[in-house]
């Protein structure tokens, strides 16, 4: 069965694939070429004299630039003319192009003042989107709003500049250039000016330049988008559609080099909790420990179109903390990649993209993989200090020796991206019982390495591409038999557009390889995204002998992407023995997928609603044995009304089905049907207050449940604060959570293993809260705390009755006895007075409560140059059953005031850091 499987994945995603290119070239008609060529121009004037960014537009210069002034509503009435005057102008000089625009309004102007690249969709924006390449794929966009607030992003694909909100948009707007903008309200309106240098661009060494261009400008209180170049809604738009910049001549990229050292300081504030085991002190902690350090970042601009950044010893103190959760699965949870140095330019390292088709299916830890998950470079050591430790100083994180990176386009198409990081051996010294000092081995030397190669055809409807990872450690003997010594994992992707951009197809291929002991390949056959050693999975075995690991993973998804009915379907498949966890990310293997959705939507204002749509998506999941484990019909519907309220309602449907990691390694069970409903309704966010609620509720017919409500409260005291208070609790049962396995030779339907679960009931609150105070457009101060309470009480131990059921007999009144004694610890006798042996559980009933948040004030001191005061709290308490007798009664109990009063009423940690960078452009 495995066999046949692999051969059809292998004809549908090698074959199919490279017929596509013709089949689009094919019906490429020349329909779509002079589309291109008829749309809009803007010519740019060169200019001599200097030109002062103060939002005035006084030069005379901007007096004898040519005018645009015709721009197209995309919302609300689409294909309509702007409702206000509009007037741009475009100069250029021999280092920058200046942008000057005239922006009538006979009604008020909206204007929201807040940090650099904040999303505020509650302001007027003008924007320009540079398509400097030409290659239709990639655009540069500029925004500001009539209090001065800056935007900048990367664009790629179909996010270019149109159906976004307030300068919000679809790219990486982690990109950070060196620009001017000034804005400034007039009595008729608002004026924006922008100097733009041409050494934060990439262009090629043509002397005569045509640039891609899309302008923008957005009227809050009409909720109106009008744009240069436009393209209707029902239609693809994006960079491939945008309009043509001409007249710019003899440019280049002048100062290529920038660079932007740093120094940082920290005071570290921590409680320190006493081991009463020993008679002596931490020695390595004083509860006030101080710290320094300096690093450095360039940026050298190889030529016009390759960039190479570099950092050596990067500080990522400004970046904030990662929410609290707790995880009860065999999978690891994915964590939002946040540190500017693997944020920027994070798209050309994108593999498999393109618009997706279906919800995918799989079930529990199901998803697609990510070949590169940067949050490996730098992760939490993955070595332990021995139990034999009674105090131990254990780095949080690896520390990052250097990185660098080189990205750019040649003048033949071809996309490249480079990013090479080494991380350092990490050492936690620690002492024992009898007071003597040691050192274990936590983290390997490391060398993390990504290539990127990506073709763009036929004005970017075409696209091929590859790349190649690859994790190297030097490893001693203390990690030898736990970490792998090298893992590689390479593929190639492409897209495939026709029908002027309406059906698209894209898919790819990926190979993994990874070697070590065989304690180490054993492990990975023997992880929760596999599980070869089930004993009922005749297509799985582990190999104790081996030394390597290889797998591939492919995915080929067609649709139709724009118009009033849009589709599309994708089969997918990951091999059991794909993994790429080194430098990727994946929970899931063992699968093949159909995921399929259709939708109608219409984007025209009617009397009721100014957008809605429908959406329908069945999806199905196999294992290479042939065993369907997941299958599900979801119906969306979603819309926003004329009085700007939004929402959506989705209902969800799984259909009985196999589960195979349930028993974590075990036999096959049974999956029940079940049924999920969730509701999202959100207000004006033109408001001074907004409100948005998400409501969740889903059951089995086996009897578990699930409810979830997720509020936020905005509010705007003034235009330059935005306060944000987001409360959530959830509530679920499950009959089914997995405890522990045992041995049992008796147990022969199980074959020769019980697999012990329990009844969980969990209740968990979070409170996000942020506010964000902005002084000035280069000042501004952010703040984000997040109280999180959970508790789980676990009761009714029982093992599974049999293989493929969903079935348990319960201990104590089905099966055997169960005592629990004082300590928290239950004796189970499986067979009562039979000759099964008895076996001990302890009580997993948990209470976990923390509070984690940080303060930064921001302050842009001088262009590129920032200073950065950190504060950083953080408080938490995990208590079991076996953690206390006392606590034995409250453990597992949720409550609400005593948990809130206990957790503030914890001793915090307390973290402060001062850090500076200068920029300086030699």
């Given amino acids: ?133 030409h ?25 270019g500049g149109q159906g976004r909100r307030g300068g919000r948009g679809e790219g990486d707007d982690s990109w950070d250039p060196v620009w001017e903008g000034n804005a400034v309200v007039t009595d008729s309106g608002w004026v924006a000016e922008m100097r733009i240098p041409f050494s934060q661009l990439r262009f090629s060494r043509a002397d005569v330049q045509t640039w891609g261009v899309q302008i923008e400008r957005r009227i809050s209180r009409r909720q109106e988008h009008a744009v240069f170049a436009f393209t ?41 909790a006493s081991n009463t085991a020993v008679d002596f ?50 999978f690891e949870t994915r964590f939002q990649e946040k540190r500017p140095f693997f944020v920027e330019g994070a798209e050309i390292f994108r593999f498999g993209g393109g618009g997706g088709s279906g919800d995918g299916g799989g079930g529990e830890g199901g998803g697609t993989p990510q070949l590169l998950y940067s949050r490996r470079i730098g992760r939490a050591p993955q070595g332990s200090v021995p139990q034999e430790a009674v105090y131990a100083s254990a780095p949080t994180a690896s520390t990052i020796l250097g990185a660098a990176k080189l990205t750019g386009r040649t003048a033949g198409g071809w996309s490249i991206g480079l990013l090479n990081a080494v991380t350092a051996r990490e050492d936690a010294p620690y002492v024992d019982a009898l007071g003597f000092q040691r050192r274990a081995v936590v983290e390997p030397f490391s060398n993390y390495f990504t290539g990127r190669l990506r073709r763009d055809l036929r004005a970017g409807q075409t696209t091929v591409g590859a790349i190649f990872n690859a994790a190297n450690r030097s490893l001693d003997e203390e990690l030898v038999l736990r970490l792998r010594s090298a893992a590689y994992a390479g593929g190639i992707d492409f897209r495939q557009e026709w029908a002027n951009r309406t059906w698209s197809a894209n898919g790819y291929f990926s190979s993994s390889y990874i070697l070590g002991r065989e304690e180490v390949m054993i492990a990975a056959q023997r992880s929760s995204a596999r599980y070869f050693q089930r004993p009922d999975a005749h297509h799985l075995e582990v190999d104790s002998a081996a030394s390597s690991l290889s797998g591939y993973t492919s995915r080929l998804d067609v649709g139709k992407r724009a118009g009033t009915w849009q589709g599309g379907m994708a089969f997918s498949t ?68 004329t009085s700007y309220w939004s929402g959506f309602l989705r209902f969800g449907h799984q259909f009985r089905s196999f589960n195979d990691r349930l028993t974590r390694g075990g036999p096959l069970a049974q999956d029940p049907a079940g049924t999920s409903l969730t509701a999202f309704a959100s207000s004006d966010f033109r408001k001074a207050y907004t409100l948005t609620a998400f409501g969740n509720l889903g059951w089995d017919e086996a009897g578990a449940r699930r409810a979830s409500i997720n509020l936020g409260l905005g509010l705007k005291p003034a235009s330059n604060w935005d306060v944000r208070v987001g409360p959530n609790i959830s509530r679920s049962r499950s009959v089914a959570q997995y405890v522990t396995t045992g041995t049992d030779t008796l147990a022969s339907r199980t074959f020769g293993r019980r697999y012990v679960f329990a009844d969980l009931e969990q209740t968990t609150f979070g409170l996000e809260t942020r506010v964000n105070v902005t002084f000035t457009p280069a000042l501004t101060l952010e703040m984000y705390a997040q109280p999180f309470l959970s508790s789980g009480d676990y009761e009714g131990l029982k093992e599974l009755h049999a293989p493929r059921t969903f079935q ?28 099964a042996r008895t076996f001990q559980v302890s009580d997993r009933d948990f209470t976990f409560r923390s509070l984690r948040g940080n303060a930064v004030l921001r302050w842009e001191w001088r262009p590129g140059s920032t200073l950065f005061l950190v504060w950083q709290q953080s408080r938490s308490e995990s208590l079991t059953a076996l953690s206390s007798d006392s606590a034995y009664g409250r453990v597992g109990n949720f409550d609400l005031n005593r948990d809130a009063r206990e957790l503030f009423g914890l001793k915090p940690d307390n973290i402060f850091v001062i850090k500076v960078n200068y920029w300086l452009n030699p």
């Fill in 232 to 272: 209707s809604r029902r239609e693809r738009s994006g960079v491939a559609r945008y309009g043509h910049l001409t007249g710019i001549e003899g440019i280049r990229a002048s100062r290529r080099l920038e660079v932007l050292p740093y120094a940082v300081a920290q005071a570290q504030y921590r409680h320190i």
């Fill in 808 to 835: 348990f007999d319960r201990y104590g009144s089905e099966l055997g006895t169960v005592a629990r004694d004082s300590h928290g610890t239950y004796t189970v006798d499986p067979d009562g007075s039979g000759p």
């Fill in 574 to 641: 990951i091999s059991p023995s794909y993994e790429i966890n080194d430098l990727g990310f994946q929970t899931s293997a063992d699968r093949i997928s159909l995921d399929s959705n259709l939708s109608y939507e219409q984007n025209q204002p009617g009397r009721i609603f100014r957008r809605w749509n429908v959406r329908g998506s069945p999806d199905a999941a196999w294992n290479f044995g042939g065993d369907l484990v997941g299958a599900s019909m979801g119906l969306n519907a979603s819309g926003q009304l």
């Fill in 1 to 133: 069965m495995g066999g046949l499987f692999q051969a059809g994945v292998l004809l549908v995603t090698v074959i199919v694939p490279l017929c596509l290119p013709r089949i689009g070239m094919a019906q490429a008609s020349g329909g779509e070429a002079g589309g291109h060529a008829a749309a809009p121009v803007a010519r740019a004037l060169r200019v001599t004299e200097p030109i002062t960014v103060d939002g005035r537009l006084e030069e005379a210069a901007w007096a004898a630039a040519p005018v645009l002034t015709e721009f197209t509503q995309l919302e609300p009435r689409e294909s309509a003319p702007v409702s206000e005057r509009t007037e741009v102008r475009i100069l250029f000089s021999g280092d920058a192009l200046y942008v000057g625009a005239k922006l009538y309004d006979r009604g008020a102007v909206s204007r929201r003042l807040a940090r650099r690249d904040a999303p505020l969709i509650d302001s007027d924006w003008f924007a320009i989107a540079l398509d400097s390449y």
């Fill in 281 to 330: 002190p931490d020695p390595y902690r004083t509860g006030s420990d101080y710290g320094a350090g300096a690093g450095l970042d360039v940026k050298y601009r190889v030529s016009p179109n390759f960039t190479l950044d570099a950092t050596v010893n990067p500080d990522f103190g400004q970046v904030e903390v990662d929410p609290a959760e707790v995880n009860l699965t065999a």
């Fill in 135 to 159: 290659d239709h794929l990639t655009a540069f966009r500029f925004a500001i709003n009539p209090a001065g607030v800056r935007r900048d992003e990367v664009l790629s694909g179909g996010g």
